[in-house]
Each structure stands twice: as structure tokens, then as C-alpha cells.
């Protein structure tokens, strides 16, 4: 572990049992992370994307230890939070913060906008009185909305406002690493700028360090200064953004990215395109060999056989890949 | 087992036989394989299936209002538009912006109450849609027009087979008996590319991912040759790889068959690489039409302009600053005054608090609906 790096997982994995029958025994594991391993950079933005099930949002959950049974190593700034006691872990949680996907969902309907955004301020016992309120008043404009707006209920408010409220929930506890699992997925085009907008300002304001989840490369291109793509729980390629996007080297990220159209037919319509067949295999029976290798288009035999590990390009290229057929 | 089932089996089992030697069409990926589109065929010159002349469809003026408790709704208000054969045409806005609607309107599927079309034209295949008997309706709905709607999952119906379901539209429309239904089914599930369909074809929806099911519902709006296709938020529920290979295939069988396809859809990256020509709506009315090069390279609707530099690209300079439409799409509840986009709009002017700016021609087939000047308008590089 290097002194800048704020998060090191090692080796995670997050298996989750399927049971059937009357005695609900085990009969196989969801393998939703296996085996994966990465750090984050202090005041950096990591971004990880996949495919839906590929195990990115429960990659982004194991580091904040919101899951029973996952195995493996979690260090923040070299605290390993997987050995901490359950209050330790608490305390711990006031510097790692979660942005939910759905901004209808992760609201709860009956607290007023104050109330949710002064919640953790009370639970982490930071302010009270006059200061809570000023704090409270501060988060709302801090996201940009009003400190009028206190009393209303999330139905009131429209789908990216009451994403702003749960950024402002985030980052009420003032944390030091933030993880965005879909952002703005579920918001209008036009809004999605104003929130990735408002990610980057803070970001930069506050000197936070953002795991920036998503499966649109675009959006991840914007925000991320390095990417990691998963497939079926692993991670097959991690690097720079620019390098990532200029030089993709794991075939599922050259399909990945030769998918997404670009929004402008002068440079899309003449792009090579590669449509990849069939879908994701299960995480419970992944294939054996590369998991990639029953939709890969330049797999050989070795890629049924032998799994590829992460590797390397060339050492301190900072371009790590997994598939056997990469040089 | 009765006699015709026992028949039916028999002749099922020969089947089976017949199809070991379909032949997979050139375009789609074999089983056990991915595919490379080295050159794409994607451009006006290349693009051999339209019939300009030819309207397939004509929307004019179309009014579809919502009477709720909150007030009267101008879901879609004076829309007009039109589709040529064989050409794909896209409907792009924000959410709530009337594109379903307009399209539900077209099959005439509005829930009433709430939903009433209040007036215009929509012609289809020289005759208007809104005159016609529910009889006639049911002639064209799923039949010369079908749809495929945006979840897969709550379309499709849970508790029949995808053969009865698919088979359904077959024998209502086209006559056929429950033999040749089958054989077609059978047909139609390797033409969208699902392997195995002679085993699938007996499975309930649930037993298939979500591309598979969008699959399945693109072949139920194939199965009777329709003259229009229109695709709802075609893939907005499926992962990217799987939106690619769904796209692919509606592009193709639109260009082998001269199938007109109307797309609906937010994603401005989708419009750039499957549509002749884009309709952008904003608050229920058109406020842009172009061919897609031409609106692309030459936006004139500040809200078209203000879209197209929102969206973050993959080829664009990484952390290049998003520019932003200030604001919120309004409720159409409570539509502001005069143009619905000038508390949103840079170039707002007093004219466009009192007045809906008229559809005016700025271009070759380029239309909009805006009072500032052309030469004012900032525009992306």
C-alpha cells in the first residue's frame, strides 16, 4: 500500500448463497464479486463500469462493509475495516458515504428535505441547536437548492433535486471518500449535466475522493480519472481514463466502447462496430477459462481453459489487463 | 391427448426437422460467435430503402390533452410530423416531453378517461387513423402498425408462451393455422436471433434474460409485416452490448423489408447512428426537425443546441465542462406563458412570454420553432 492511496481492497470477494427446499440449504453461490482487487487515490475519482450484474454496485457496498460474508481485505487510509468492531465501524462510516441510484427510492417519503439532510448531523452527534440548523441551510446551498425548500417532502421536490438532496445527506457528515453507485442514471439527460456538474464542483471544493459506479461510459468518461471495467464480479481492465478510451486493450472494452454511440453522426456513422452475442452468463456458473470467452470474438483455446489474471502491461504502465491474448 | 394435439406433435417433430437447415441471415451474429461491423452501412448515400414521396404516415396537428385533478394536461399540442417509407424517423425529448403519447396516439391507445385526442390528423397509409371504426383499428394495431414498447418485462404476458403470444397476432392476422403459426413463430425467433428456438418457443417470458425478451417482443411486432414500426424506448432497459445487438436488427430487417420505424428515445447517441431524420419535442410541441447530419452539425432550437452540448461523449476532451440547460422540464399541468422553453431559454425575449413561436423553415427540410435570430444563436463548434 502506497501513502496516497486512501482505499486498497485486496483480493474481495462477496458470494451470496442460493437455497432451495424446505430446509433452505445451499445449493450454489451468486458469485457477484470474485476475486477483485484495486485502490483508490486520494482526491481522485475512480470509475468502475459493467454491465448490470457484473458486480459493480456490490463491489462499491463491500467497501463500506454493507454486506455480511464478504471476504477479503478493505483498507481505508490503512485501517482495515473488515477486523473493526461494530462501533468502531460506525464511527468509521462518517468518512465513507453513499449516493443511491434512485432518487425515489432512497428518500424516505415521510421525513421532510431538513430532516433528511440534518439526519446524520444528529446520528454522528455533530451539531445541535442553532449550528444544526445553520449546517443544515449550508448543505441545501451548498447543492444549490434553497434553505426554504427544509420543510417540503421528497414528493414535492423534481427527480434531480431530490438527487441533490441525497448528495447534500452524503456529504452532511463531511466524509472523506463518497461512493456514487448510478448518480444520474435514472434522471433526464439535461439534468444529468447539472448533477455531474455539481459532483465536480464538490469534488473539487471539498477535496473528496469519489468511487464514480456506472454503465455509461460516457458519463465515466467525463468525471473519472481512471476507469475500471468489471465483467461477471472481476475486474478485466483498469487504467487512465484517456488511456483507457484512446487504448483499450480487453476485447470486451473495445465491444463495450464501439457500442456507445457517439451523438453526433459524422464521427459515429463509420465507426467500426462490434455486436457482441447473447448475454451476460450467469454469476452462478460462470463459464470456465476467461469469463469473457463464450461472447469474445478473438477467443482461442487457452481462453476456455486457463483463467487470466490481472497483469501488468508493462511495469509502472499503470495499465493493467486480464486476457491471455493481450501482448 | 386429443387427436389434433397428437397431430399437431407429429407435425411439430417435422418441423424441428425442416428448420436443422435455416439458414441465419448474413447479418446476424451465429451461434458461437461475435460479429464485426468493420464499415457500418450508415449513411444518406448508402441508405437505398426510402421512398421519399411515398408518406407512410402524417401526423397533423395532433392534440392529445390528460383532464386530471390537477387541470387540464397538453400532453402533446399541435404536433405534425411524417415518416416516408422504409426511412426511420426519431422522436427525441426529455421525459414527459409527449413522445409516448403522440406515439399511443397514433395506435389510438389513449386511456380515456383521462386521455382524449382533441383533435388533428393522423394518416396512415392515406387514411386517417382517428376516423376509423374500432374495427378498422383492430386491422392496423399490431397488424400494418406495431410496437414495441419500453419493458419487456411488463409487456410481455407472464402466464401464456412466447409461441401463443406470438402465434396470437399470427393467426388473427395473417390466418394461419396452428401448425403454420408455429413454423413461422420458429422462424421469426432466429431471425431475431434467439438460438434454440425450437425448444424456447414452448417457454414462459420469465425464463428469458431482458435482451431475450426485447427480442421477443421485436419479433411479435415483426410477425405480420407491418408497414410501421414504432420502437417506444426500444432499449432503455437493457445493458449497452445487448441495446447494440437490438438496434442492429431493427436496422436491418427496416432496411430489407422497407419497414418504416419510428424511434423514440432520449438517447441522442441512438438518434445519431439509427435515424434519417429527428424530431425534437419539448412540452408537447415540435420545436426542431431535421435530417440527423443536418441537426447534428447545424442546431438552430436553443433547446436542440443545449441538449446536444449537455451530453457527455466518449470521444469528447475528458473533463471538458459540460455546458447546461439552467432549470426543470415544466409540468405541462402548468405550461409557462407563450414558448414553454423561455424560463429555460438564454436568448429569451418579450415576445417569447406571450406568443408560441410559429414552425418556421430555416433550411432544406430543416424546420423549427424559435423567435431568436439565427445570427444571435451560439452554436457548438
Not at chain 1, 427510492?105 to 451539531?127: F, N, Q, W
Not at chain 1, 444544526?132 to 448543505?139: F, S
Not at chain 2, 451465429?30 to 464499415?39: D, F, V, Y
Not at chain 2, 413463430?185 to 434454440?196: N, Q, S
Amino acid at each position: 500500500m502506497k501513502d496516497n492511496h486512501l482505499v486498497d481492497v485486496e483480493k474481495l470477494y462477496m458470494y451470496f448463497p442460493v437455497t432451495a427446499g424446505v430446509l433452505q440449504r445451499k445449493v450454489a453461490d451468486v458469485k457477484a464479486v470474485d476475486g477483485v482487487s484495486f485502490y483508490v487515490i486520494k482526491g481522485e475519482t475512480l470509475g468502475l463500469v459493467g454491465e448490470s450484474g457484473c458486480g459493480k454496485t456490490t463491489t462499491g457496498r463491500c467497501i463500506l462493509q454493507l454486506y455480511e460474508g464478504s471476504k477479503g481485505k478493505v483498507l481505508f487510509e490503512g485501517i482495515d475495516l473488515t477486523n473493526l468492531k461494530k462501533e468502531q465501524m460506525r464511527r468509521m462510516r462518517r468518512n465513507m458515504q453513499l449516493i443511491f441510484q434512485d432518487p425515489f427510492a432512497s428518500l424516505d417519503p415521510r421525513m421532510t428535505a431538513g430532516e433528511i439532510i440534518g439526519e446524520p448531523l444528529k446520528v454522528h452527534g455533530l451539531a445541535r441547536g442553532k449550528e444544526y440548523k445553520d449546517q443544515v441551510a449550508e448543505l441545501f446551498r451548498m447543492v444549490e437548492l434553497e434553505p426554504y425548500m427544509a420543510d417540503r417532502y421528497p414528493h414535492e421536490f423534481s427527480g434531480g433535486q431530490r438527487q441533490r438532496i441525497g448528495i447534500a445527506r452524503a456529504l452532511a457528515v463531511r466524509p472523506k471518500f463518497v461512493v456514487c453507485d448510478e448518480p444520474v442514471s435514472a434522471l433526464d439527460v439535461s439534468i444529468q449535466a447539472q448533477i455531474i456538474i455539481l459532483l465536480e464542483k464538490l469534488r473539487d471544493e471539498l477535496g473528496l475522493t469519489y468511487l464514480f459506479i456506472a454503465h455509461d461510459l460516457s458519463v465515466v468518461r467525463n468525471i473519472s480519472d481512471r476507469v475500471a471495467v468489471m465483467y461477471l464480479g472481476k475486474i478485466v481492465e483498469i487504467t487512465q481514463a484517456d488511456e483507457l478510451y484512446a487504448n483499450p486493450l480487453h476485447p470486451y472494452t473495445v465491444a463495450l466502447l464501439s457500442a456507445v454511440p457517439i451523438p453526433d453522426p459524422k464521427v459515429d456513422r463509420g465507426r467500426k462496430r462490434i455486436i457482441l452475442r447473447g448475454d451476460v452468463p450467469s454469476p452462478i456458473n460462470p463459464p470456465p477459462g476467461c469469463r469473457f470467452n463464450p461472447r469474445c470474438y478473438q477467443a482461442t483455446d487457452i481462453c476456455k481453459e486457463k483463467e487470466p489474471e490481472l497483469r501488468e502491461l508493462t511495469p509502472g504502465s499503470e495499465h493493467w489487463v486480464s486476457c491471455h491474448l493481450v501482448q | 391427448m386429443t387427436v389434433l394435439q397428437a397431430y399437431i406433435r407429429i407435425k411439430e417433430g417435422e418441423l424441428r426437422g425442416k428448420h436443422q437447415q435455416f439458414a441465419y441471415p448474413a447479418f446476424l451474429p451465429k451461434p458461437g460467435a461475435s460479429m464485426i461491423i468493420e464499415k457500418p452501412l450508415r449513411s444518406a448515400s448508402e441508405m437505398t430503402t426510402v421512398v421519399k414521396d411515398e408518406k407512410v404516415l402524417e401526423v397533423k396537428n395532433l392534440r392529445t390533452y390528460f383532464y386530471t385533478q390537477e387541470g387540464e394536461v397538453k400532453a402533446v399540442d399541435g404536433l405534425s410530423y411524417y415518416v416516408s417509407r422504409g426511412e426511420s424517423v426519431g422522436l427525441v425529448g426529455e421525459s414527459a416531453c409527449g413522445k409516448s403519447v403522440s406515439a399511443l396516439s397514433i395506435l389510438r391507445l389513449i386511456p380515456y378517461p383521462p386521455g382524449i385526442i382533441v383533435g388533428g390528423e393522423i394518416i396512415f397509409q392515406g387514411k386517417d387513423i382517428l376516423k376509423s371504426t374500432e374495427d378498422e383499428m383492430r386491422d392496423i394495431r399490431g397488424n400494418r402498425i406495431a410496437m414495441i414498447f419500453q419493458e419487456p418485462t411488463t409487456s410481455l404476458n407472464p402466464v401464456l408462451t412466447v409461441r401463443t403470444q406470438i402465434s396470437e397476432a399470427l393467426e388473427l392476422h395473417r390466418g394461419m393455422d396452428k401448425v403454420e403459426a408455429l413454423q413461422e413463430v420458429i422462424r421469426l425467433l432466429k431471425l431475431v436471433g434467439i438460438a434454440d428456438a425450437e425448444r424456447r418457443v414452448n417457454e414462459y417470458p420469465f425464463q428469458f434474460s431482458g435482451g431475450m425478451q426485447q427480442r421477443i417482443m421485436i419479433a411479435m411486432a415483426l410477425s405480420c409485416n407491418p408497414a410501421l414500426l414504432i420502437a417506444d424506448e426500444p432499449t432503455t432497459s437493457v445493458d449497452v452490448t445487448v441495446q447494440a445487438q437490438l438496434l442492429e436488427i431493427i436496422d436491418d430487417l427496416r432496411r430489407r423489408f422497407g419497414t418504416s420505424v419510428i424511434v423514440i428515445t432520449h438517447n441522442l447517441g441512438i438518434v445519431a447512428r439509427y435515424v434519417d431524420r429527428v424530431n425534437v419535442m419539448y412540452a408537447g410541441r415540435l420545436v426542431e426537425t431535421a435530417a440527423t447530419e443536418e441537426l447534428y452539425a447545424n442546431p438552430l432550437h436553443p433547446y436542440t443546441i443545449g441538449l446536444l452540448a449537455s451530453v457527455p461523449r466518449l470521444d469528447s476532451e475528458r473533463k471538458k465542462s459540460l455546458r447546461i440547460i439552467k432549470g426543470l422540464p415544466p409540468n405541462l399541468a402548468r405550461l409557462p406563458s407563450g414558448c414553454a422553453f423561455h424560463p429555460r431559454c438564454d436568448y429569451a425575449m418579450a415576445k417569447c412570454h406571450e406568443e408560441y413561436p410559429p414552425v418556421e423553415k430555416v433550411g432544406e427540410n430543416h424546420y423549427r420553432a424559435c423567435f431568436a435570430e439565427l445570427s444571435k444563436l451560439k452554436r457548438p463548434q
